[in-house]
């Protein structure tokens, strides 16, 4: 599976936006971008998904570069519950629905 | 409420004593499977389940065993846990297998084996 690299963490204040960079530079034309979050004690939590465009969600946005390798999730109003470890995942056509997840980014959030 | 739920949440046993984890999806989904998470590892898949009657190998399936008999549950089973299977985990069902779908996971298992 393509590799992808993240920061192992980052810091944000309360309801500034936050900009989560990722970067998956082998990645092949049909691999999905998906990001995940994991917040504390729990199971991990689907948050976006893109392939080349740009996305939207009541949760954050997905910019992809126009090379696409590279993405950046945006969370426009960081809150106290948005500290988390973030999950940029690169989802393979052949692997069908095996996510693999890489060690992420421990987001924190300072009020 | 579409959600997966675990069962138990917390476990302590011994070496040898055999051991189910149960997992239930009310999201009719075909697609379940198991991870498990361990510190500067990440989570590994266990083993996955694409259908009733269909399951296979993920990533780390040695001394792990599941069934899928009915579409909405896909118990994890340790015949022998060792404490090398010390660790937390997590259950996730998606409605197909395919690269778009979202997955959906349970709250966790935390296994200790002494």
């Known amino acids: 599976d393509a590799k992808t690299t993240q920061p192992n963490s980052m810091e944000s204040n309360e309801e500034e936006p936050v900009h989560l960079p990722c970067n998956h530079s082998t990645i092949s034309g049909t691999d999905y971008i998906h990001w995940y979050r994991q917040l504390p004690s729990q199971g991990p939590e689907y948050v976006i998904h893109g392939l080349t465009s740009n996305v939207n969600n009541r949760m954050a946005s997905l910019a992809i570069a126009e090379d696409r390798k590279s993405s950046t999730l945006i969370l426009h109003r960081a809150t106290l519950r948005d500290a988390a470890v973030y999950y940029c995942?690169?989802?393979?056509?052949?692997?069908?629905?095996?996510?693999?997840f890489g060690e992420g980014t421990q987001l924190t959030v300072n009020p | 409420e579409a959600q997966v739920t675990q069962n138990p949440r917390y476990l302590i046993t011994v070496t040898g004593k055999k051991l189910t984890v149960t997992c239930s999806q009310n999201m009719n989904h075909e697609y379940m499977s198991w991870y498990r998470q361990d510190p500067g590892l990440g989570l590994r898949q266990i083993y996955y389940?694409?259908?009733?009657?269909?399951?296979d190998k993920g990533d780390v399936p040695e001394g792990y065993k599941v069934s899928r008999k009915e579409k909405r549950n896909f118990p994890l089973i340790l015949e022998s846990p060792s404490p090398n299977q010390t660790s937390l985990y997590f259950c996730a069902s998606s409605l197909a297998r395919r690269s778009t779908d979202t997955q959906y996971f349970g709250p966790g298992t935390r296994l200790t084996v002494l």
């Open positions: 995942i690169l989802r393979v056509q052949t692997s069908g629905s095996r996510l693999t």
């Open positions: 389940s694409m259908n009733v009657e269909a399951t």
